[in-house]
């Protein structure tokens, strides 16, 4: 990390910004090319659980090439100045590197599905049937390694 003046190593604060960010960007690499995609997230178990369709551009990548990051960003604000060429931005974010995984088991797709359901909805979590289960794809990221980083006010 080139600003290790802006480098948080606090677990607990690591916690919180997987925790705050509403959204994270899936990074991964298609045949040498950069392929980014917005995604909803829940951070449980020590690893970033997604949901998508059961098809699609991001399985075809991660089935041959798992390795992907993950990068969420909260409390972002502007700073002006002056000099234009003194504008900055405060922010907390996290970049999250590791291996990601097609989950095809009912459980835990079911569980996770739980958890990404009450995170956005504040639902009590719904049973989900093998039907529904199987309508979707569950993807789970296991980090190798964690970084973040912040410019706080």
């Given at each position: 990390?080139?600003?290790?003046?802006?480098?948080?190593?606090d677990?607990?604060?690591?916690?919180?910004?997987?925790?705050?960010?509403i959204?994270?960007?899936?990074?991964?690499?298609?045949?040498?090319?950069?392929y980014?995609?917005?995604?909803?997230?829940?951070?449980s178990?020590?690893?970033?659980?997604?949901?998508?369709?059961?098809?699609?551009?991001?399985?075809?990548?991660?089935?041959?090439n798992?390795?992907?990051c993950?990068q969420?960003?909260?409390?972002?604000?502007?700073?002006?100045s002056?000099?234009?060429?003194?504008?900055?931005m405060?922010y907390?974010?996290?970049?999250?590197?590791?291996?990601?995984?097609?989950?095809?088991?009912?459980?835990?797709?079911?569980?996770?599905?739980?958890?990404?359901?009450?995170?956005?909805?504040?639902?009590?979590?719904?049973?989900?049937?093998?039907?529904?289960t199987?309508?979707?794809?569950v993807?789970?990221?296991?980090?190798?390694?964690?970084t973040?980083k912040?410019?706080?006010?």
């Amino acid at each position: 990390m080139r600003r290790k003046d802006r480098e948080i190593l606090d677990e607990q604060f690591i916690e919180k910004v997987l925790k705050d960010s509403i959204y994270g960007n899936l990074g991964l690499c298609d045949d040498g090319a950069p392929y980014v995609v917005p995604m909803n997230y829940v951070w449980s178990d020590n690893k970033i659980w997604l949901h998508c369709a059961s098809e699609g551009r991001k399985l075809d990548i991660i089935r041959t090439n798992p390795k992907v990051c993950f990068q969420v960003s909260v409390e972002t604000e502007l700073v002006t100045s002056e000099n234009p060429c003194s504008y900055g931005m405060f922010y907390s974010s996290v970049m999250i590197f590791g291996i990601a995984s097609i989950i095809e088991e009912h459980e835990e797709k079911s569980k996770v599905l739980g958890e990404i359901l009450q995170r956005y909805s504040n639902k009590i979590p719904h049973q989900f049937t093998q039907e529904e289960t199987k309508r979707v794809t569950v993807i789970s990221i296991k980090p190798d390694n964690i970084t973040c980083k912040a410019r706080l006010k």
